[in-house]
């Protein structure tokens, strides 16, 4: 039993720490001596109709004054006068002491109250100090959040998926130079997450290398992590969820990891990299590249960045991936130094990329295909970025040749000739990349779907008509001279006016010769491609 009603209001007002609650009345304050491993739960039952705020700090320094700041522990003041109010605190570590501050939420409130304190052991698996151990090839089974609580929230880390539930922590030793690969799979309606952290303080203050959460229920989550220390490392894995009800199994195995490779810091000394799976990081590293999105470049951001090279051997094609651990990648490809632009404070200004990934998601594996269609070996620069400033850390890059024979009018080098006019039916953009784009101007947009490159003769003072008719999908249709055929063409002229509907180009050719143009198939999305027919006549 208390009372605040002969109290003085020493503390409450000023600064307030985040954890803290407003409280200008009366106050008094109790020393509280929480052991180990322990949760502390405080009820402040007010026994006279006044509104009770409730504030735990650490120590006297932590109080503040009525000048100065206080910096909490936890605080309560959820409900109004005469009701109850209730606090709860973690102590995941050793023994310690606390002050309880007892007192009123305005100047005027103070009275008397009934004060409860319980301790309750901390569950195995409840917090990061006190993790559940997990051992690699032994799948824990029916696992729960019953009796578990809250204890880590919303992150804005970038690689924490924290959610408002409860939340169970597991403790997992990962050998040097191995590949951890955590998986949780849920069982009915569960949706949970998986965060993966590297020390129980990073739990708190929402440091994650790696999260998995597709906000599906029932649907499995996967994290990847490369232990690229000399020495073993014990990570922990903590498994949240928004509503606690059902069960879910969570595994853990271990793989040899891909060799370790360092990316150059430029497009002018990158790192050359051989087919093969290697790992990676751009935690640490210098932004020295922040694509806009144009040029054939998927924006990026001032994040960290990496470049490797690749050589491409002739007629032939590399396949290009970057999978990052829990944060969302942009991956660009360029054919030189110069390609790469220059750096200013407001970005990277004029650079053309041969092509580019992005994914939607933070979980989007970024895979590009650098084609070599010349008979002699090629360069690509491959620059690792992230999509916002907080995405950077560890991520795998694997590359592979595979022979190339490129398909009817795939690229600008080999375009499909068109002989005489008249209707070509049954065709498709389908299987085909990207590899010319075109400036705003054109069309209305950057068009970078998939492309189909034609070549047709306009007699002088003709004028050549095309039509494409798409088979449900948004096509575009523009004219370019060929030696414009590239990731940043202007067009002769250009159509994409309607949503799935015919669109129609013309050129006049005003010149006293025969003049050769491309007639390319395109689409303003990057995943804009499907089948179409094509149209094309020249008149007077």
């Not at 020393?31 to 504030?55: C, H, K, M, Q, Y």
């Amino acid at each position: 039993m208390g009372s605040t009603a002969l109290a003085l209001p020493h503390y409450g007002t000023g600064t307030l720490g985040a954890a803290c609650q407003r409280a200008e009345g009366r106050d008094v304050v109790y020393e509280v001596s929480i052991p180990a491993a322990t949760r502390l739960a405080v009820t402040v039952t007010p026994l006279t109709s006044f509104d009770v705020a409730v504030n735990l700090v650490a120590d006297a320094t932590a109080c503040g004054s009525s000048i100065g700041g206080m910096q909490c522990l936890a605080g309560a003041d959820s409900a109004g006068a005469g009701s109850v109010e209730q606090l709860s605190f973690t102590n995941a570590g050793a023994a310690r002491t606390a002050l309880l501050v007892v007192d009123g939420f305005g100047p005027r409130d103070s009275g008397t109250f009934a004060l409860s304190v319980v301790f309750s052991p901390i569950t195995a698996g409840d917090t990061c100090e006190a993790p559940t151990t997990l051992t690699p090839g032994t799948p824990l089974t029916n696992q729960l959040f019953t009796g578990l609580t809250d204890d880590y929230g919303v992150t804005s880390s970038g690689r924490c998926e924290f959610h408002s539930g409860a939340d169970r922590v597991y403790s997992v030793v990962v050998p040097a130079g191995q590949r951890l690969v955590a998986v949780v799979t849920p069982s009915g309606n569960l949706d949970p997450s998986l965060s993966l952290l590297a020390t129980a303080a990073d739990c708190a203050s929402g440091v994650c290398l790696a999260g998995a959460e597709d906000g599906l229920s029932g649907a499995p989550e996967r994290v990847q992590w490369d232990n690229l220390a000399a020495t073993a490392q014990t990570v922990l894995l903590v498994v949240d969820t928004v509503t606690a009800t059902g069960s879910f199994t969570i595994s853990a195995t271990l793989s040899a990891s891909p060799p370790l490779v360092i990316a150059g810091d430029t497009c002018a000394a990158p790192t050359a990299l051989d087919a093969g799976t290697f790992v990676s990081t751009t935690t640490g590293r210098a932004s020295r590249y922040d694509f806009f999105g144009n040029g054939g470049c998927a924006a990026s951001s001032t994040a960290p960045d990496g470049v490797f090279s690749l050589t491409v051997p002739p007629s032939s094609m590399v396949r290009a991936t970057v999978t990052a651990d829990g944060w969302d990648a942009v991956l660009n490809v360029l054919s030189s130094p110069g390609a790469c632009g220059f750096t200013t404070d407001a970005g990277t200004l004029a650079a053309t990329c041969l092509t580019s990934s992005d994914g939607p998601r933070t979980a989007s594996v970024e895979e590009v295909l650098v084609r070599n269609v010349t008979s002699a070996p090629t360069t690509a620069l491959l620059v690792v970025d992230g999509h916002a400033d907080t995405h950077f850390g560890a991520f795998t890059i694997a590359t592979e040749v595979v022979p190339f024979a490129a398909m009817p009018g795939d690229v600008c080098q080999a375009p499909q000739p068109i002989t005489t006019s008249g209707s070509l039916t049954g065709l498709t953009t389908a299987s085909y990349l990207n590899d010319v784009e075109t400036a705003s101007s054109c069309t209305g947009f950057q068009n970078r779907g998939a492309d189909r490159v034609f070549s047709i003769t306009v007699p002088a003072g003709k004028q050549l008509t095309g039509v494409v008719i798409p088979n449900g999908w948004d096509a575009s249709l523009y004219v370019i001279d060929p030696t414009a055929c590239s990731m940043t063409t202007t067009c002769l002229d250009g159509s994409d006016s309607s949503v799935s509907g015919a669109e129609t180009v013309r050129f006049t050719n005003a010149s006293m010769a025969d003049r050769t143009v491309y007639l390319v198939v395109d689409s303003y999305s990057a995943s804009g491609a499907g089948a179409f027919d094509l149209f094309t006549s020249i008149t007077p």
